[in-house]
């Protein structure tokens, strides 16, 4: 789905079954549930960012929570695709919500100032180890509270990922990226040594549904 070359309707049709693939995992919830936990109140909006947002299903669903809880959010989501950045901005119009998407290279450039809260899903098992260790000591010397959700390389996480793909989407991309997605991933004990390396003391990494870990942290 990196591929530039691949066409805008089979994009949109792979961002679409990531969507539902997200929405089974809880990716939403259980971050959300990080931003309640590690959030203390701050002096206006909370201010919430998903680094390499994709199709922008996290930004929307983590909006929706914040409304539901009559609280005061600002939700933005960054990604480096064009492709899914209209895709995302055609999603928040159609379902009403304000939020802001805008194109960001998270490896390259710094984060605009001001958010409380940075999440980031599915991203990390793109990156080489180096890479890894660079982005999350990027987010570390952003100063916000932080949680990594990504997928754990485990036998288990290959079925589960080989029946889901096969289930939930028809897209052929979707289908042959899943597969190729676990076997990218890191191990548990792989993903606690990228937080060392990367200065995340004291972070706390959970294994959680279906196969995934979730990385939480804080300064101290």
Known sequence: MDAPELPRDR???ALDGLS????????????W??????????SGPLRILDVACGGGDVVLALKRHGEKEDLRVEVSGCDRSPVALEY?????????????FFQHDALRESLPPGFHF???????HHLSEDEAVAFLGRLKDYGARLCVQDLLRT????ALAWITVRTVTRSPVVRVDGIRSVLAAYSLHEVESLARKAGLRGARIR???PQR???AWEAA
């Open 20 to 31: 539902r693939i997200n929405a089974l995992s809880l990716t939403a919830g259980r971050i």
């Open 33 to 42: 549930a990080q931003v309640r936990r590690l959030t203390p109140p701050v």
């Open 213 to 215: 870990f979730s990385l």
């Open 88 to 100: 995302a901005r055609a999603r928040a119009a159609k379902q009403g919500l304000e939020v802001e």
């Open 11 to 13: 994009h949109a049709r």
């Open 118 to 124: 940075i999440c980031s899903s599915l991203f990390l």
């Open 155 to 158: 036998r288990m996480g290959y």
């Open 207 to 209: 294994r959680c549904w």
